[in-house]
């Protein structure tokens, strides 16, 4: 799902490559489902690349079928995604707006306020009018036309295109982060917040623990060994 990639870096003298061979399929159908619906808010994952380093089989293959390999792939999945320090990621809006010189200063104030700012922006050739090119997030758009034109006295025209995804400032795992009601998050507590309202929206448990990916007893070696902090 999206840009992603799972690489095989077992070595043959660890891992039985025919006998993966025989579950292939099964780790590659956990991989697309796990990326498919990641563990953050249950949205696809991008840019990610994922190695199998190791693998214990069963001999019998009743104990290696799908229904053990899929679910214990997407775990694995999502515990190792949990593990290196996770982003989230939203859609980024161009937006061109022209209007007189006067009307400028409006539209950078604007746009700064909903987490936007200004690439470029100069007179355009034989007219009064102003060129003012800039990024808004998707989710801070709605209604900025509206705004726009009250700032602008309706002098400001506006288009809004897709440009890219950008990473949302912040952990969406920062436990510290203290967000209250009807008031805006900080800048480096946005990804937390998206993360929690999200999550929140649809249903699920506020937050999200490597834990509930991990059997126990492997969960409690890796605490014990240093290599998981709180959580």
Sequence with gaps: MGPNILQDDTLPSQVDKKLLGTVRDSIRQGFSWGTREGPLCEEPIRNTKFRLTDITLADQAIFRGGGQIIPTTRRAIYSSFLLASPRLMEPIY???MIGPA?????IYTVLSRRRGHV???GPIAGTP??????LIPVID???FETDLRIHTQGQATVSLVFDKWSVVPGDPLDREVKLRPLEMASAMATARDFVLKTRRRKGLAEDVTVSKFLEPELWKGLKESGVLGEG
């Design 141 to 143: 758009s709605f209604g």
């Design 129 to 134: 009018l102003y060129s003012v090119r800039g």
């Design 102 to 106: 006067d009307s400028v200063a409006s």
């Design 94 to 96: 161009t937006c061109s």
């Design 119 to 121: 690439l470029t922006d």
